[in-house]
């Protein structure tokens, strides 16, 4: 840590800010140049976060309406007994999109959409910091997800619920191609939500106001970073789900038929250890920003930010230890079940500390009864019952009683509409002045509220007990002498209640609603954070510095001061678009990032990518490979612009500071970005080892089965011996590429170049040999399991090729020596990686059968 | 980070971690054992479940333990001697989380000695 430290002294009197007045001509001009986003069709190459940010939400929130009128046409269904509005066949498909597309394609993206616009505003960067990354998952969510979505209209979604159990969703009892739209459309979105989770992160840990340390932390910056960690952790599971499914239904390798050593539970786990998180990752945010309304409501400091954070982390950490226990019904031994109970009910601990900081913090202020403290304080009421019904399903006995019935849909959309759609509509009122010329009307505001809380309660209350009394979920009608005609009925007018509620939102946003940044409504709620400062294209003007959490209730001139262009990098000292880099611990300025602008890139990329998922769907292979292709290319392209090496010598962005404008090794923000990536890679392989060894579990004496020889161990080591050796000649490369006077050392490419057959080769030679001994992917789980440790691995030991490749190019370009050499740490860093995968993975797959000797 | 902030960070999630290894330990034993018919598994005369979950409990809770008094410490000092706002937050979070994670592993200890390991 060599940043420099910051002087004291600039917090207090009006001499001492950074940068004197005043400032120098056309200083201001230039800034705003380097932010303007393109104009006319190349609008869509924008990727300011504040563009992206709206249009994300937007799309998330079309996802939203589209789901609920498909929820509307169910709750129509079952007004009354024996209807025959929709058939069996059209309601499974309807009540799966409805549950998938709220799940995956509003929830978490809304979610995700949101702190793309708040994140850097929040914290005062100009921007995240890699917006063109954030420009890529919303394209590839906003094309994927419409397609996904147009499947309803010709019969081919998928049907088999929004958790997808097989075997009812294998080839044999789901042989058209509508699972696959689920496995690979959803599988896609989850990729972007990833992609969105590590811009998240490093914006979180890496670009903040000067002086902004871990305790001046917003607390939504606290629960944004807790939803990515937990992302990164969670996705994974589904993701190697859902290939695992893909690759049985594709290439009949059984994960999951019995017959053939393959278990249905197998994708329950996978699917529950990344569902149950998933209700928190949807959560966490949400009383993000809660916290941040709950202060500014009541004008005064948020009670309890300790306990905050510490409930925040601890909730990211404890909802890994409950994915059980949506499986209590499948007789899993009781033993390790309590763990669950136990997992479950300590998250509550949690939760509840968060609502009684609220409460403290309503109580030591002065509450003002706005549209969006109504809306927390309907959250509060509606999650808080959700939350006592959610006690009573977590108790098991309990559970094999309300499993699978009205109940179980009554809590679930408590939860969810409790947790996150208020919080939800709470930000939408709170934000808009942020964001538009005018804030959305609060007399509208009260209506949209009063018909959405009477609504969700008139709907879901009765629910309970339509559970109670026996009606199961997910059936498209009922007959009349059941008894349970008068409550869905009450459901139904409930669910229209909700229904004119949002519609009354949405006329006040036509009404109301003018993006705009330079002109907006602004501060009209006296709110205390950063994003309310005086804002533009360019975010803004200058980087403030803070000292408290409430930096504009307690540094009064802080707006007029940032405005002017005081504080820290008023102007840009590149010509382009820059970011600070502070450190995460103390958000101490480290360097000024070259932040890439628009470009066709990551929207060309994203269609490429979403077209390669949605081919491959319906089975055109070639053209899918060809999109593939297109799409690696795009990538490409677009990293080629990126990594500009210091252009200028070191700049002062004020208050004598001085930063370099570029900076390799742990400090850069990529080199961040890759570890965290790293991540992802390890959670998706480390569940794929526990999904062979849960395979094992259930295949006593068939591992391997009879008449399967493991290959001589000769072979595994030679391919560890070619893992070790490629990663020594990268080790060597970067020791080349040492030192303060630039050269670019010709060793370089030649030890890439050497090192890269050798990688190929392990993982070649690994793939022969169990070839060669007749092992089949599709006779047994144990050759499928093989195989598909085996298939990931080649897939990183191509990416690393490709990246190999890509920086011998570099080198070849000049675009690569000593100094400018981040496109070879990452490659680095992903070459170690591969290489430490691969030799796990050989320990597991040669080694295992080996020591349990057939057990 | 250097090596100072990677350490005050590993301390503040130091219990929480071990509680995510004492529920990996306990879950992959049990599940192992209980799924395979092994569960009167013994190992030089003690059963293995229970004896997994006692001492994976009593491991993880020691090591808790110590990250609990160690950021206690580091928390007084903090109180006497004049440290960045930022310090005392983390040391005091520690603590917190520290404290919280005792709870959270001796609660998911308990069931091992009331249910019967594989019912
Ligand atoms: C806004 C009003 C809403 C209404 C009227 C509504 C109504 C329904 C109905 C009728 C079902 C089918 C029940 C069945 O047949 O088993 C359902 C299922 C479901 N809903 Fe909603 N819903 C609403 C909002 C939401 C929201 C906001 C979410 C999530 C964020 C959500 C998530 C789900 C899920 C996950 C299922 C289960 C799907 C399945 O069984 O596979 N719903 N909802
Ligand atoms: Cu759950």
Redesign the interface.
């Known amino acids: 840590?060599n940043a420099p430290e910051l002087p004291k002294a600039f917090e207090r009197g009006e001499e001492e800010l950074p940068n004197p007045l005043p400032r120098p001509e056309g200083e201001f001009e230039a800034l705003k140049r380097a932010w303007k986003p393109p104009r006319g069709l190349r609008f869509l190459t924008a990727v300011n976060n504040t563009y992206v940010g709206v249009w994300y939400v937007g799309t998330a929130f079309l996802f939203f309406i589209l789901a609920g009128i498909l929820a509307l046409i169910m709750r129509v269904q079952l007004a009354r007994p024996e209807n025959d509005l929709v058939g069996h066949g059209l309601y499974n498909q309807l009540f799966t999109m409805h549950g998938t597309v709220m799940m995956f394609l509003f929830a978490v993206p809304a979610v995700e959409a949101a702190s793309v616009y708040l994140l850097p505003n929040m914290q005062a960067a100009r921007d995240l910091p890699f917006p063109r990354l954030s420009a890529y998952a919303f394209w590839a969510y906003f094309v994927g997800g419409l397609v996904f979505f147009g499947t309803i209209f010709f019969g081919l979604s998928p049907d088999g619920g929004w958790f997808m159990y097989p075997p009812l969703t294998s080839t044999k009892y789901s042989p058209a191609d509508n699972a696959d739209w689920w496995l690979l459309g959803i599988g896609f979105i989850e990729i972007s939500a990833i992609a969105g989770a590590i811009e998240i992160i490093v914006g979180v840990m890496k670009t903040r106001a000067v002086g902004m340390?871990?305790?001046?932390l917003p607390i939504y910056s606290w629960a944004m970073l807790v939803f990515a960690v937990m992302i990164v952790i969670g996705f994974p599971a589904i993701i190697l789900g859902t290939l695992l499914l893909e690759m049985e239904r594709a290439f009949d390798w059984p994960f999951f038929i019995a017959e053939r050593g393959g278990d249905p539970l197998l994708w329950q786990h996978l699917f529950w250890f990344f569902g149950h998180p998933e209700v928190y990752i949807i959560f966490l945010p949400a009383t993000g920003m809660v916290s941040m309304i709950v202060p500014t409501m009541a004008q005064t400091p948020l009670v309890g930010y300790?306990?905050i954070?510490?409930a925040l982390?601890?909730t990211g950490?404890?909802s890994?230890?409950l994915w059980v226990h949506h499986m209590f019904a499948t007789g899993?031994?009781?033993?390790?079940l309590?763990?669950f109970s136990?997992?479950s009910?300590?998250v509550a601990?949690?939760s509840g500390i968060q609502v009684f900081a609220w409460i403290a913090t309503i109580a030591s202020g002065r509450m003002r009864l706005t549209t969006p403290s109504l809306f927390v304080i309907g959250f509060l009421f509606i999650f808080t019952l959700g939350g006592l019904t959610g006690v009573m399903v977590a108790v098991a006995p309990f559970d094999w009683q309300a499993h699978d019935s009205y109940f179980v849909v009554a809590h679930l959309h408590y939860v969810l509409i409790g947790g996150m759609v208020f919080p939800l509509f709470a930000a939408f009122y709170y934000w808009v002045p942020a964001a538009s010329k005018r804030a959305l009307s609060e007399r509208l505001g009260r209506w949209v509220f009063g018909l959405m809380f009477l609504g969700v309660n008139v709907t879901f209350l009765p629910m309970h007990i339509t559970g109670l009394i026996g009606m199961p979920r997910r059936v498209y009608t009922y007959p009349v002498e059941m008894g349970w005609d008068a409550l869905n009925l009450v459901s139904t007018i409930g669910a229209f209640m909700i229904a004119a509620g949002v519609a009354i939102f949405l006329y006040d946003l036509a009404r109301n609603f003018r993006f705009t940044l330079e002109d907006n409504a602004g501060n009209v709620w006296n709110a205390s954070t950063l994003e309310w400062l005086p804002n533009g294209t360019y975010n803004t003007r200058s980087i403030p510095s803070v000292v408290s959490r409430d930096p504009l209730w307690e540094q009064p001139n802080l707006s007029k001061d940032v405005e002017e262009g005081r504080y820290y990098l008023p102007g840009t000292v590149t010509g382009g678009r820059e970011a600070l880099v502070t450190?995460?611990?103390?958000a101490r300025p480290q360097y000024i990032l070259q932040v890439p602008g628009p470009g066709w890139q990551p929207v060309l990329a994203a269609v490429f990518t979403a077209a390669f998922f949605l081919l491959l769907t319906v089975k055109l292979v070639f053209p899918s490979v060809i999109c593939g292709v297109l799409a690696v290319g795009c990538v490409i392209w677009w990293l080629w612009e990126t990594d500009p090496g210091p252009v200028r010598p070191p700049a002062d962005i004020g208050g004598g500071i001085v930063l370099p404008v570029y900076a390799t090794g742990?400090m850069n923000h990529s080199w961040w970005a890759m570890i965290v990536l790293m991540v992802v890679a390890g959670m998706v392989f480390t569940c794929l080892i526990f999904s062979y060894l849960f395979l094992w579990?259930?295949n006593?004496g068939a591992w391997p089965p009879q008449g399967v020889r493991i290959p001589d161990w000769i072979w595994p080591s030679l391919s560890a011996f070619l893992y070790c050796a490629s990663g020594a000649l990268v080790a060597v490369a970067s020791r080349q590429l040492r030192g303060d006077d630039r050269r670019s050392p010709r060793s370089v490419p030649v030890l890439i170049g050497v090192a890269l057959p050798l990688v190929c080769g392990a993982s070649a030679i690994d793939l022969w040999m169990q070839w060669e001994t007749g092992l089949s992917p599709s006779a047994h789980a144990y050759g499928a399991a093989v195989y598909a440790i085996t298939s990931l691995q080649i897939f990183f030991v191509l990416t690393t090729l490709v990246m190999g490749a890509y920086t011998i190019a570099r080198w070849l370009a000049g675009r690569l020596d000593n100094v400018r050499r981040t496109t070879f740490d990452n490659t680095m860093l992903f070459w170690y990686y591969t290489a430490g995968q691969g030799l796990v993975a050989l320990l597991v797959v040669h080694g295992f059968p080996r020591l349990t000797g057939g057990l | 980070m250097g090596g100072r902030r990677t350490g005050q960070i590993l301390l503040m999630l130091a219990g929480l971690i071990a509680w995510a290894v004492q529920f990996t330990a306990i879950y992959g034993v049990t599940s192992t054992l209980c799924g395979r018919g092994w569960a009167d598994a013994n190992l030089l005369g003690l059963e293995v479940v229970p004896m997994t979950i006692l001492s994976a409990t009593l491991v993880t809770l020691a090591a808790t333990a110590v990250a609990l008094i160690w950021s206690f410490r580091n928390y007084r000092l903090a109180k006497h001697q004049p440290v960045a706002a930022v310090d005392d937050f983390v040391s005091h979070a520690a603590v917190l989380i520290n404290g919280l994670s005792i709870v959270v592993i001796l609660w998911h200890g308990i069931p091992a000695f009331i249910l019967p390991a594989c019912a």
């Open positions: 840590m340390s871990l305790d001046k300790r306990l954070v510490l982390i601890a950490f404890l890994f230890g899993l031994p009781k033993m390790s309590s763990f136990a997992a009910t300590a601990v949690p450190s995460p611990f103390d742990p579990l259930v006593p």
